[in-house]
């Protein structure tokens, strides 16, 4: 018989053939609008934004009365306060504030004096038991990036941002066509030579657990002309394609061909064992693979292939399979021609793990039932020794093993729309950022606790930023500055300028909101009340913190402050004016040891791309280019 079909590609080569030629063709996930109320479990196709603040009003944050702050001020102990009835509002948890207040007293700290009114013994600051406007999710804030699977929590802060729909991934239907003579349904009572079709009913279980809807069709004899009929009834319905069996060179394997036919075959033979005789094609932008009739062989293409076809599908990495350490109980002998991959069992022996290798025929079903994890040999390799050590993936109680690049420090929108970015390439790790100011991204890499932090600390003697905050904290090095991006900082005020602020020395006549301690904004406040002559105790207001540029801005919009510093981008979300101060240097503290991490590189590199850049340019009050 003449064998013409058949490359012995590696396993990773085929892989990057394969998954390129698919991109090539189109090939990602489709997507689906939802209500956000049944959302939970699915997977957005594009980053969410808030649409309203969260609260979208001052709400009491207790039981009690609503006052002016002042009205209070020099309440004691030694000397009580007496509140009459015109000088608070009862509210209760929720409530908005009313206009004229700015605190709220909690019911346990009232006293009862009589006719309406309450004795108090401890003043309150302005907001305090107050949710202000913005306080959980401010308009425009990223709730999730693209990619981001929908938890409960997640589906909750959708609504509470106005996001009652949002887009999500479709979930990707596969369509299984058994096919063979030889092939019969299910059935206690088989005749002599039929084979019961039991493929699709795994392909299935297996399809479900990545993710996707499985449609299985009815057995296709081995016909050419009945094959590819079945073929394009199901690319007509469905987003993948599995040909069950006919995929090896025998007189009757059709799969192949039948797909060359229709659109292309991008590899045929994986130098891997078992499982080599599998098609990796495509028809119309749509996955078509050819499984091996051989189970063992089939769920091993399943497995290693077809599991991350399924994952693209979903906008996702298909997720990793946990790892263990184990000792080989058995010596194994394997071919040079291919990566085998070997079913073992696993058990604990005197303190260790031991991986006793299980029956290696590719029609044993029963060596995945009962296998504990898989191990692999590589192509290069005849074998292992017994007493080698090895690593085993675990396909029982799995455990998805995470990567997660921490950024830590100043707040820009410009992490988030990074993060989106890596998500939508399709970057097998998420970024998780959290905002504790440039001085808190400082002391987070010395101490071990993220791989990079965002900083813009202004050196008031010599006009530059960040080098001497770096050299003063990490004398000895153990770090590194990776250049950011330009921006400019200014005071955010109302649309039209009602207050009519031309400079920074305007916020002495006006309601400030500043950002928290240590935060590089804060820092750059401070140097400017210095150059003009002013302390923080005339600015009302310099006691006010926010943590993010966005929720100065809403609080301004929101009508709580007046004025306060902050970035062009933030500015332009809320319909403010903006009047600049300064272009600072907005750049990333890398702790030396991650400089050359991938996740690092990946999201410094994407930074710097032209995408982002143009991105950055659409946002506004960004300089990419120095």
């Not at 499984?291 to 991350?308: D, F, N, Q, T, W």
Request: negative net charge; proline residues 5%; aromatic residues 6%.
């Amino acid at each position: 018989m003449k064998h013409n079909y058949l490359n012995n590609t590696p396993l990773d080569e085929a892989k990057r053939i394969y998954f390129d030629h698919l991109r090539g063709a189109g090939f990602g996930p489709r997507s689906e609008r939802v209500k956000s109320t049944d959302g939970c479990g699915r997977v957005l196709t594009g980053a969410v934004y808030a649409k309203i603040c969260s609260p979208h009003y001052n709400a009491s944050a207790m039981d009690g009365v609503a006052v002016r702050a002042r009205d209070t001020y020099g309440a004691s102990e030694a000397a009580p306060l007496t509140l009459a009835k015109e000088q608070y509002d009862v509210v209760d948890t929720g409530d908005p504030i009313p206009e004229n207040r700015d605190a709220v007293i909690m019911v346990e700290d009232l006293i009862d004096a009589g006719d309406g009114a309450y004795r108090i013994v401890a003043a309150v600051h302005p907001w305090q038991n107050v949710r202000q406007v913005g306080e959980d999710l401010c308009m425009g804030d990223m709730i999730a990036p693209s990619g981001t699977a929908l938890t409960p929590a997640l589906c909750g802060a959708l609504l509470a941002g106005g996001v009652t729909e949002t887009e999500v991934v479709r979930t990707p239907v596969v369509g299984v066509i058994p096919t063979g003579d030889e092939i019969v349904p299910p059935t206690d009572s088989p005749e002599t030579g039929d084979i019961i079709e039991f493929n699709s009913t795994v392909f299935k279980g297996m399809l479900a657990e990545a993710g996707a809807l499985c449609r299985v069709y009815p057995i296709t004899p081995d016909r050419k002309d009945r094959i590819a009929a079945a073929l394009q009834t199901a690319l007509a319905e469905c987003d993948i394609v599995l040909v069950s069996a006919g995929s090896s060179a025998g007189r009757d394997d059709y799969t192949a061909e039948i797909i060359a036919s229709l659109g292309t075959v991008a590899v045929h033979g994986v130098a891997i064992k078992p499982g080599k005789p599998a098609v990796l094609g495509e028809v119309g932008g749509k996955p078509v693979i050819g499984l091996p009739g051989y189970p063992v062989s089939a769920i091993v293409i399943m497995e290693e292939i077809v599991r991350e076809v399924v994952a693209r599908a979903c906008g996702r990495a298909a997720p990793a399979r946990a790892t263990l350490r184990a000792v080989l109980g058995k010596k194994i002998v394997s071919s040079l021609k291919y990566t085998e991959f070997v079913r073992v069992a696993l058990g604990r022996i005197g303190g260790r793990v031991t991986a006793s290798p299980l029956p290696r025929g590719a029609g044993v079903i029963t060596s995945f039932t009962k296998a504990d994890g898989i191990l692999t040999v590589p192509q290069d390799c005849e074998g292992l020794e017994a007493g080698t050590e090895v690593e085993v993936r675990l396909l029982k109680d799995p455990a998805r093993i995470d990567r997660t690049l921490i950024v830590t420090g100043s707040h820009d929108p410009l992490i988030d729309e990074v993060s989106d970015a890596l998500s939508r390439g399709g970057a097998p790790f998420r970024v998780s950022s959290t905002h504790v100011g440039s001085m808190g991204a400082i002391f987070a890499v010395r101490d071990g606790l993220a791989h990079m932090g965002a900083i813009h600390l202004l050196d008031g003697e010599t006009g530059e930023y960040n080098r001497s905050y770096v050299e003063k904290w990490f004398p000895e090095g153990g770090a590194v500055i990776e250049k950011g991006v330009g921006r400019v900082q200014g005071l955010m005020v109302k649309k039209g300028n009602p207050l009519g602020i031309r400079e920074f020395a305007d916020i002495a006549r006006c309601r400030y909101v500043n950002r928290q301690r240590g935060a590089g904004t804060r820092i750059l406040c401070d140097h400017l009340l210095r150059l003009n002559g002013l302390s923080p105790e005339a600015i009302d207001g310099y006691e006010n913190e926010e943590f993010t540029h966005t929720a100065v801005a809403a609080l301004i919009a929101a009508g709580n402050a007046d004025a306060g510093l902050g970035i062009y981008s933030a500015a332009r979300m809320y319909d403010l004016d903006f009047i600049p101060i300064c272009t600072e240097t907005y750049d990333f503290l890398v702790a030396e040891q991650y400089r050359d991490d991938p996740m690092v590189r990946a999201f410094l590199e994407t930074l710097r791309s032209p995408q982002m850049k143009a991105r950055l340019k659409a946002m506004g009050g960004y300089l990419t280019e120095d």
